[in-house]
T-cell receptor
């Protein structure tokens, strides 16, 4: 699986959009970009994933650049409950038997009132 | 639909004691996983089960055993607990290699 790079932390004001960047310059053609988050003391939570096209669901939007070397997770109206560590993971759905998720250090998002 | 459940939530053991962490999922997923999370280390895969009746080692299997009891349940056993096994343990499940869904975790302290 390709490596990802995320800044260690960022903050945003409640009610504003939070744009979380991720670099994955070595991504290969069949690898997806996944985003998970982990709220303090809870298990990781799946947010969204995508291959080439931008994706949106009830939680967030995922914008992937045309060259696929970077992406941005957008939380359109951040709330205090969105304060968490966000993990960007690049992964092939065709991974062999060891289909583990590789969680890096992620980015800590702090939403301020 | 409870998703992935884990028991117990907290446990304190003495060195050398044994225990089993339980995990169950009600999403009819084929694959199940056990991870541990330590400060500054991220999540590390201990064991996984691609389907009922199969189990395989992950990154850090030493000191652990697993049982895939049926499609719903995947247990993790510590035969002789050590302080190095103090951690938060997460169980997850998925349909084949798709999105993984995690349980709330078990916090284990080995004295």
């Amino acid at each position: 699986d390709a490596k990802t790079t995320q800044p260690p932390s960022m903050d945003c004001a409640e009610g504003r959009a939070a744009n979380l960047p991720c670099n994955h310059s070595t991504i290969s053609g069949n690898e997806y970009v996944y985003w998970y988050r982990q709220i303090h003391s809870q298990g990781p939570q799946y947010i969204i994933h995508g291959l080439k096209n931008n994706e949106t669901n009830e939680m967030a939007s995922l914008i992937i650049t045309e060259d696929r070397k970077s992406s941005t997770l957008i939380l359109p109206h951040a709330t205090l409950r969105d304060t968490a560590v966000y993990y960007c993971i690049v992964r092939s759905p065709y991974t062999g038997a060891n289909s583990k998720l590789t969680f890096g250090k992620g980015i800590t998002l702090s939403v301020r009132p | 639909n409870a998703g992935v459940t884990q028991t117990p939530k907290f446990q304190v053991l003495k060195t050398g004691q044994s225990m089993t962490l339980q995990c169950a999922q009600d999403m009819n997923h084929n694959s199940m996983y056990w991870y541990r999370q330590d400060p500054g280390m991220g999540l590390r895969l201990i064991y996984y089960s691609a389907s009922e009746g199969t189990t395989d080692k992950g990154e850090v299997p030493n000191g652990y055993n697993v049982s895939r009891l049926n499609k719903r349940e995947f247990s993790l056993r510590l035969e002789s607990a050590a302080p190095s096994q103090t951690s938060v343990y997460f169980c997850a499940s998925s349909v084949a290699k798709e999105t993984q869904y995690f349980g709330p975790g078990t916090r284990l302290l080995v004295l």
